[in-house]
């Protein structure tokens, strides 16, 4: 008397289709997925740019001001004085400066948490909608198995 081998690909086949896939929620899903990469890309290359462009701006103002500092004088007096209101402007220069950056960090920051809520609220409404529509399947599938 042989041995019958179990048919692993028709159990499976049968499992399967005993507990269908909703492709359909799969597809909302990776879009959503997408579209939140998309929203959280534009706010991470809007505070690059911003703030690459806030740096170009800084440099050039610091620049300026060490040109000024660097032109020939005629009292040796006007060079010490000339450095100290280089370094009393840079240092004024860099407070605004950080604080533009603070800025923009602190957009950043707001526009990441609302983005963050936002796809918790849809991913929420999304599985509470994908679980409502497998456990309706779920049941259909029970009634329909001790039906025969």
């Known amino acids: ?3 019958k081998t179990q048919d692993y690909t028709a159990m499976m086949k049968d499992m399967m ?11 909302t899903m990776w879009q ?3 579209a939140f990469a998309e929203k959280m890309s534009a706010v991470a290359i809007d505070a690059a740019q911003k703030s690459t462009d806030l740096s170009a701006r800084w440099t050039q103002d610091t620049l300026s001001k060490f040109s000024a500092m660097t032109r020939a004088k005629t009292e040796p007096s ?4 000339s450095m100290t209101d280089f370094a009393s402007a840079s240092a004024e220069s860099a407070a605004e400066h950080m604080a533009a950056f603070a800025e923009i960090a602190k957009k950043v920051q707001a526009e990441t948490l609302e983005l963050m809520l936002a796809a918790g609220k849809d991913m929420s409404e999304d599985m509470t909608a994908v679980a409502k529509k497998a456990t309706d399947e779920m049941t259909s599938a029970a009634k329909k198995a001790s039906a025969k």
């Open 32 to 34: 959503s997925q997408a």
């Open 1 to 3: 008397m042989a041995a």
């Open 17 to 27: 289709g005993a507990f269908p896939m909703d492709t359909k929620s799969m597809e």
């Open 78 to 81: 006007d060079y010490a004085k």
